[in-house]
């Protein structure tokens, strides 16, 4: 059997993984991607706060240990969902079955005023890049916002606005400083009410002003103003901005998108074309846009593969289940153990903040860096 993995992130190189421990010479694995390594969505945060260097961060593709998958770096330019077969900026690949794993797309020019006046933190160049400017910012009023929805990973900005803040005060910037957070969401974590309780407790603490239901339209480069969809706005001196996702263009262009995203059986993550699956954030799946449900998906679409290829039945399913680590600043972390899909509302009960989850968190990273690249590593 020849698996065709469209993207190497979260979700991709759990599958790949998983299929060649699995399987090994029995499946065919060719994984594609047009970076030159993986870095942890929270790795961006930790560049920006200049805990960790951009070098450390980045997992190269060609380091991996050698294995069974065959690795194309490559731009995906066109994507047949029947005939399965794909079209790179490096050639022409098939599969007998393909799995579209290619994230959303983030779109800041899509903001006017955002590339001009502000900074995004999303992508893995706007957060390194904002390394420097975090380090020489004078002090002054930060605002940390979000442009649209769907966005992934639902608490990076009240991390952000945390860390943002733990800076501040360790440059003794705080009495020239403020930091507001606006966000489209009633709530940081509507999912979770315990951790979205602790989080606009420490706020208040803080001062950080919380303004939910908000989503930035615009920022006025000559006033430095961010302007809100309802028509208020907030100054700023910093803009620390989530930009606006959308499923990767060859994605929408292969018909394989229904409002925006790939909608998928949620209990399979097979797509409406036979032997074409999707995980991750590039789908509809109900889950938020993170890569530990990235990954619950990955390893679910690998069982059935696994079933496949040894001639079984498979009875796996995906759950919607991930847990989801919170900086609180001061070097704390909280941790959110939640399931969607389950026919109910989703809840998740917060554990900590404390230092212990700090560590959770870093073996977290460990783990995955040892499964995917075959190395030690520490975040
Ligand atoms: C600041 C921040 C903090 C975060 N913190 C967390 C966290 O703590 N926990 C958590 O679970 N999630 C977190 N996330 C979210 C997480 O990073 C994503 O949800 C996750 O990476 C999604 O996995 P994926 O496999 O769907 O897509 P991705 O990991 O985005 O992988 C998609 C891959 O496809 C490739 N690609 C796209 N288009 C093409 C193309 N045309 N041709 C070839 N390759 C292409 C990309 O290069 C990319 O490698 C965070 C995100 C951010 C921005």
Redesign the pocket.
Known sequence: MRVLI???????LELATALDGALGAAVEVTL????DG?V???S??DVMFGRATAEHVVHRYADRVPNGVRFVQ????SIDPVTRRVE?DAGSLDGDVLVV?????LHPEATPGLLEAGHE??TVAG?FALRHVIDAFPGGRVVVAVTSTPF??PP?PSETALLVHDHLRRRGLLDVSTVSLAMPLGAPIPPSPSASAALLAEFAERGIAWHPGATVRSLDPQRRVAVLADGAELAFDLFLGVPVHRA?D?VVAAGLTEDGWIPVDPSTLRTRFEDVYA????TSVGTP??????EGQAAVVAAQLVARARGESSAATYDGH?I??LEFGGGEVGKVDVTFLSGQAPTGALEGPSRALAADKAAFGTDRVRRWFGRDWRP
């Open positions: 469209l993207g190497a992130g979260f979700g991709g594609v991607d047009r970076a993986f942890f969505g929270y961006k945060l490559a731009t995906v330019t790179t794993a290619l994230g959303a797309d933190f999303y957060a992934k990973c990076a990767p060859v995980v991750g954030d590039v846009k993170a890569g530990v449900f990235a991930g989801c680590y």
